[in-house]
C-alpha cells in the first residue's frame, strides 16, 4: 500500500465503482450492444493495464487507445481483446502495432498503403477501422468523398487485411446544440455507400456523452472513457435543465488525497505563498498539505479551490506551490499533522467533484484526470465490494 503515514500524497482508485460504471453502460446499451473502453492516456491517469484488469472479467469488446506504444503496453499486460489504435500511426510505428495485432484507424489512403505492407507480421492478418470526419476536422476520411475512398479500400481489403469496423467522433456531444445529429446524418450518408458491398462491419460514434444523451446514435458499439472514471461528461446539458437531469450519473472512482504536513497559527496580516497573494484577516489556523501543481493540483484553484479535512471544506489560500499547499482550518480545529485531506473526491458528507475542480480551473474534468501526475502512488481500494 502507498497510503501509509510516510505518502504525502496519493490516488485512491475504487475498482468496484469502476466495474459498477461499466455495468451501467452495459444496462444502457443493451445484451447486443459493445463496449470499447477508452484507456489512452494512461486510462485517464487511472492506469490502463489496472483498468482493464478490472473490466476484462466484464467481458467489454475491446479497448480504445491512440497511440500504438498504449496498445503494445496492454498486449504485455496480457490483454488478447481487440485493440483500436484511434491516432493515424505513424510509419515508425507501424510494424510494431502489426506485430502486436493491434487494430489500425485509417484516416488516409496511404495509411492503409501502409498498413498492407506490414500484415504479414500478424499471422492471423491484420484488422482497421475507417474513421468518417463528419465535422470533428482532426482525422478520418471527409463523408463527402465516401465514393472515392470506399472503392480505393475495398480493392485493397482481403483475407490477410479486414476492414472490420467504420467510425465518426461527435464533436460536441456535450452541449445542447444540433450538431450531433447533423454529424449523425452525415455519417450515415457516407455509411449507406460503404455498406452497399454487404459486408457486417461494426459502426461506432458515441463519447460517453453521445451514449448517454443519444441512444439513437450508439450504432453496434459505444466508446466510453470518461464516464468509467466518474466523470460527469454532461455538466452543461445537467445545468441547461430538463433533458439533461434524468441522464445516469457515474460513481465516484478517483479520490486524491494528502497529508496535512504543518499546522500555524498566524497572526492577521500574515502572508502566503508566491506572489503573497493572500494575507490573513485575523489570527488563523492554516495547514500545509505535500500536494501542488507538480502533483496535477491545478494551480488555477489558487485562492478558489478547497479541501475537505474531517468531512468539512477548508478553504486553499494563497498560490498552489509545485510541492505544497496551503489551507486555512481556522474552522476546523480538530484537524492535525498527518491527518488526510481531500482535493477530490468524498470526504464524510461532503464531496469535491471533478467537475467542480474543473471548472474553477477553467478546464474540462477530462483534462484533470489526464493531468494527475505521476509522482501520485495510485492506491487500489473496494477490489472486493463489487455490488450490482
Ligand atoms: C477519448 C475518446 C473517446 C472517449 O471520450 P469520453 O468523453 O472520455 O467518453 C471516444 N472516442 C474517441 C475517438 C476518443 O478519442
Redesign the pocket.
Given at each position: 500500500m502507498s497510503n501509509r503515514a510516510d505518502t504525502r500524497a496519493w490516488i485512491e482508485i475504487d475498482r468496484a465503482a469502476l466495474r459498477r460504471n461499466f455495468r451501467t453502460i452495459q444496462r444502457l446499451v443493451g445484451p447486443a450492444g459493445r463496449i470499447i473502453v477508452?484507456v489512452?492516456a494512461d486510462g485517464y491517469g487511472l492506469g490502463a493495464a489496472r483498468v482493464a484488469g478490472a473490466l476484462e472479467p466484464l467481458d467489454p469488446w475491446g479497448y480504445?487507445v491512440?497511440t500504438a506504444e498504449e496498445g503494445i503496453a496492454l498486449r504485455n499486460a496480457g490483454i488478447r481483446r481487440p485493440i483500436l489504435v484511434?491516432e493515424p500511426l505513424p510509419s515508425a510505428a507501424t510494424e510494431a502495432a502489426a506485430s502486436a495485432g493491434l487494430t489500425a484507424s485509417i484516416s488516409h489512403p496511404s495509411q492503409l498503403d501502409r498498413w498492407a505492407a506490414v500484415a504479414h507480421l500478424s499471422p492471423a492478418g491484420l484488422d482497421f477501422h475507417v474513421e468518417i470526419d463528419t465535422g470533428m476536422g482532426r482525422c478520418g476520411l471527409d463523408w463527402r468523398e465516401a465514393a472515392e475512398w470506399v472503392t480505393f479500400l475495398r480493392a485493397r481489403t482481403g483475407a490477410q487485411l479486414r476492414w472490420t469496423g467504420v467510425y465518426t467522433?461527435f464533436h460536441s456531444a456535450d452541449l445542447v446544440d444540433e450538431s450531433s445529429a447533423e454529424q449523425w446524418a452525415r455519417f450515415r450518408e457516407a455509411l449507406r455507400v460503404v455498406e452497399a458491398d454487404g459486408v457486417g462491419r461494426m459502426v461506432h460514434a458515441a463519447?460517453?456523452?453521445a451514449l448517454l444523451r443519444f441512444p439513437e446514435y450508439r450504432g453496434d458499439a459505444v466508446?466510453?472513457?470518461?464516464?468509467l472514471y466518474g466523470g460527469d461528461?454532461v455538466p452543461e446539458v445537467r445545468s441547461a435543465g430538463d433533458s439533461g437531469t434524468h441522464l445516469p450519473r457515474a460513481e465516484v472512482v478517483l479520490s486524491v488525497r494528502a497529508r496535512i504536513v504543518m499546522i500555524r497559527e498566524v497572526a492577521p496580516g500574515t502572508t502566503v505563498g508566491y506572489g503573497a497573494t493572500y494575507r490573513a484577516a485575523r489570527r488563523e489556523r492554516w495547514a500545509t498539505l505535500g500536494i501542488g501543481y507538480g502533483d496535477g493540483l491545478p494551480r488555477a484553484l489558487s485562492n478558489r479551490g478547497s479541501a475537505l479535512v474531517h468531512g468539512r471544506r477548508a478553504p486553499i489560500v494563497g498560490r498552489i506551490s509545485m510541492d505544497l499547499t496551503v489551507i486555512d482550518v481556522t474552522e476546523i480545529p480538530e484537524a492535525a499533522v498527518g491527518d488526510v485531506a481531500t482535493l477530490i473526491g468524498r470526504d464524510g458528507g461532503e464531496e469535491i467533484t471533478l467537475e467542480e475542480v474543473a471548472s474553477q480551473a477553467g478546464t474540462i474534468n477530462?483534462e484533470i484526470l489526464t493531468g494527475l501526475g505521476s509522482r501520485l502512488p495510485r492506491v487500489e481500494v473496494g477490489g472486493g465490494a463489487d455490488v450490482e
Open positions: 477508452m489512452k480504445g491512440a484511434t467522433h463519447n460517453s456523452a466508446r466510453p472513457g470518461l464516464f461528461p477530462h
